[in-house]
């Protein structure tokens, strides 16, 4: 069964608690306000859990077991490292993630946070719900519950609970398999989980997006069983001061297409609808914060599958921005549906800012690796805000080049005005598929912000829920 994940105070965590967990930096765990929680332990076993926490890149825990009443608690002491490079989030929150995961026992859980700074306190508590996740088929699975309290700050307890609601809704998407999460079950689960919210959900799916020009949805997803879908979620408070577009990736399954991929490269691309479930997750955050700020989102569904009806490589196909694009590759088929997703945004909701985001090029991990997505923004205001709001969340990102004087020619086409994929792999390649989505702003002059999340959404085999929080802080939701 699922964790049971709350967060309230101190006293309703800790209470019946079979396991209690203080999350800290030492030197802050050594503090009299934090050391009076720790009830039954001595002052010697305290300053020896400690000093026996490895303090090193990852941080470290140590456990003690005290006895209350006719039970006994497990004790965990969670030390945090210190804050790093500017590289990285000041708050550790991977660090504080990977400690609770490894922390939580049977029964209830009280996890304390004890926030270096107020500040930390966001990013601390998303780290919780990715250590919670919500998927699981394993036949005996015990039930538990974790219970999280602040200590030492005040922290916007409202805020958290829809991020780590978000966060665990994509975490569960990106985990489940296709066999459970086809298109039309992704569909049902975007209008399902805006039922009984303020927004309103439209659905495009199947021959309907060829006959209204989705040349890239429709030809990436034909062939498959449970064809192609653009859903379409929107928020509209009345007085918003902006509006944004949220454009996600959703290949819920990635065969490489005709261009199949090769043995031991295809387990795992369930996870290739990274993209789309970070929208879907940071949608229901909104939903439950309803800030004053107009959202658009668009889930790009669909499985890239092998097929009598597959489309080829040397197949002219015609995407919504109207351009034409030549196949040179069925496996850059993420870059297709983006296209139909930003050039729909682009020419029917004049959005302030579009944001797209995808699991997109197995290149983004060599470039900025499995922690930091990679981003490439046509404004440098945006770039730097997003690179400010992941340092927060803990949703790392670093910007790559925007040069598309350099870029554009990667996809030169002799009988159309595009190929899918770049002419020499060695020219910043994860730059260029955010160019090519670029190619299809029609007439948008405003800021774009592409997000390729292919290392950070999928972490040891398990969804992340990573750009939900990421959204949140971006845009003040």
């Given at each position: 069964m699922p964790t049971d994940l709350r967060y309230g105070t101190p006293r309703e965590a800790t209470t019946d608690a079979d396991t209690i967990v203080l999350v800290g930096r030492a030197e802050r765990l050594r503090q009299s306000d934090v050391r009076e929680l720790a009830v039954g332990v001595s002052d010697t076993i305290w300053n020896g859990l400690l000093d026996a926490a490895s303090n090193g890149d990852d941080g470290g825990s140590a456990t003690t077991f005290v006895e209350r009443g006719d039970s006994t608690v497990r004790v965990v002491v969670a030390a945090l490292p210190g804050p790093g490079t500017h590289y990285n989030s000041p708050s550790r929150p991977h660090a504080a993630a990977d400690l609770v995961r490894g922390?939580?026992?049977?029964?209830?859980?009280?996890?304390?946070?004890?926030?270096?700074?107020?500040?930390?306190?966001?990013?601390?508590?998303?780290?919780?719900?990715?250590?919670?996740?919500?998927?699981?088929?394993?036949?005996?699975?015990p039930e538990n519950s974790v219970a999280v309290g602040f200590v030492g700050h005040d922290v916007d307890l409202d805020r958290v609970r829809a991020a780590a609601k978000g966060i665990r809704v994509a975490g569960r998407l990106v985990d489940m398999p296709t066999s459970e999460?086809?298109?039309?079950?992704?569909?049902?689960?975007?209008?399902?989980?805006?039922?009984?919210?303020p927004a309103r959900c439209e659905q495009i799916q199947g021959e309907e997006l060829?006959?209204?020009?989705?040349?890239?949805?429709?030809?990436?997803?034909?062939?498959?069983?449970?064809?192609?879908?653009?859903?379409?979620?929107?928020?509209?408070?009345?007085?918003?001061?902006?509006?944004?577009?949220?454009?996600?990736?959703?290949?819920?399954?990635?065969?490489?297409?005709?261009?199949?991929k090769?043995?031991?490269?295809?387990?795992?691309?369930?996870?290739?609808?990274?993209?789309?479930?970070a929208v879907m997750g940071a949608f229901v955050a909104a939903m439950e914060q309803k800030p004053n700020v107009a959202i658009t989102a668009l889930l790009c569904l669909a499985e890239n599958a092998v097929g009598p009806s597959a489309y080829r490589p040397d197949d002219i196909i015609?995407?919504?921005?109207?351009?034409?694009?030549?196949?040179?590759?069925?496996?850059?088929?993420?870059?297709?549906?983006?296209?139909d997703g930003v050039a729909y945004a682009s020419k029917h909701l004049s959005p302030d800012v579009i944001v797209?985001?995808?699991?997109?090029?197995?290149?983004?991990?060599?470039?900025?690796?499995?922690?930091?997505?990679?981003?490439?923004?046509?404004?440098?205001e945006l770039e730097a805000q997003a690179v400010a709001a992941g340092r927060v969340t803990g949703d790392l990102v670093h910007p790559l080049p925007w040069v598309p004087e350099f870029f554009r020619n990667e996809f030169k086409s002799k009988i159309a005005d595009l190929k899918n994929s770049v002419k020499?792999?060695?020219?910043?390649?994860?730059?260029?598929?955010?160019?090519?989505?670029?190619?299809?702003?029609?007439?948008?002059?405003?800021?774009?912000?592409?997000?390729?999340?292919?290392?950070?959404?999928?972490?040891?085999?398990?969804g992340t829920g990573y750009g939900v929080a990421l959204l949140m802080e971006l845009f003040g939701v």
């Amino acid at each position: 069964m699922p964790t049971d994940l709350r967060y309230g105070t101190p006293r309703e965590a800790t209470t019946d608690a079979d396991t209690i967990v203080l999350v800290g930096r030492a030197e802050r765990l050594r503090q009299s306000d934090v050391r009076e929680l720790a009830v039954g332990v001595s002052d010697t076993i305290w300053n020896g859990l400690l000093d026996a926490a490895s303090n090193g890149d990852d941080g470290g825990s140590a456990t003690t077991f005290v006895e209350r009443g006719d039970s006994t608690v497990r004790v965990v002491v969670a030390a945090l490292p210190g804050p790093g490079t500017h590289y990285n989030s000041p708050s550790r929150p991977h660090a504080a993630a990977d400690l609770v995961r490894g922390a939580i026992g049977k029964g209830k859980t009280a996890v304390l946070i004890v926030p270096s700074e107020a500040s930390h306190g966001f990013a601390l508590g998303c780290a919780v719900a990715r250590a919670c996740p919500l998927y699981n088929r394993k036949g005996s699975s015990p039930e538990n519950s974790v219970a999280v309290g602040f200590v030492g700050h005040d922290v916007d307890l409202d805020r958290v609970r829809a991020a780590a609601k978000g966060i665990r809704v994509a975490g569960r998407l990106v985990d489940m398999p296709t066999s459970e999460l086809t298109t039309t079950a992704f569909a049902a689960e975007a209008r399902r989980l805006v039922d009984d919210t303020p927004a309103r959900c439209e659905q495009i799916q199947g021959e309907e997006l060829e006959r209204r020009g989705f040349g890239g949805l429709w030809n990436v997803g034909k062939t498959a069983e449970e064809k192609p879908a653009l859903v379409i979620l929107r928020y509209e408070p009345k007085g918003a001061t902006q509006h944004v577009a949220w454009v996600g990736k959703g290949i819920v399954y990635d065969t490489g297409g005709l261009s199949i991929k090769t043995r031991g490269n295809m387990a795992g691309m369930k996870c290739d609808m990274g993209g789309a479930a970070a929208v879907m997750g940071a949608f229901v955050a909104a939903m439950e914060q309803k800030p004053n700020v107009a959202i658009t989102a668009l889930l790009c569904l669909a499985e890239n599958a092998v097929g009598p009806s597959a489309y080829r490589p040397d197949d002219i196909i015609t995407l919504y921005s109207g351009k034409t694009v030549e196949i040179n590759n069925t496996d850059a088929e993420g870059r297709l549906v983006l296209g139909d997703g930003v050039a729909y945004a682009s020419k029917h909701l004049s959005p302030d800012v579009i944001v797209d985001l995808a699991t997109l090029t197995g290149a983004q991990l060599i470039a900025t690796g499995k922690r930091h997505a990679s981003i490439v923004c046509n404004d440098p205001e945006l770039e730097a805000q997003a690179v400010a709001a992941g340092r927060v969340t803990g949703d790392l990102v670093h910007p790559l080049p925007w040069v598309p004087e350099f870029f554009r020619n990667e996809f030169k086409s002799k009988i159309a005005d595009l190929k899918n994929s770049v002419k020499d792999r060695m020219n910043a390649q994860t730059s260029c598929a955010g160019q090519f989505v670029a190619e299809h702003l029609v007439d948008y002059d405003k800021k774009w912000l592409h997000i390729d999340l292919a290392g950070p959404a999928f972490i040891d085999e398990r969804g992340t829920g990573y750009g939900v929080a990421l959204l949140m802080e971006l845009f003040g939701v």
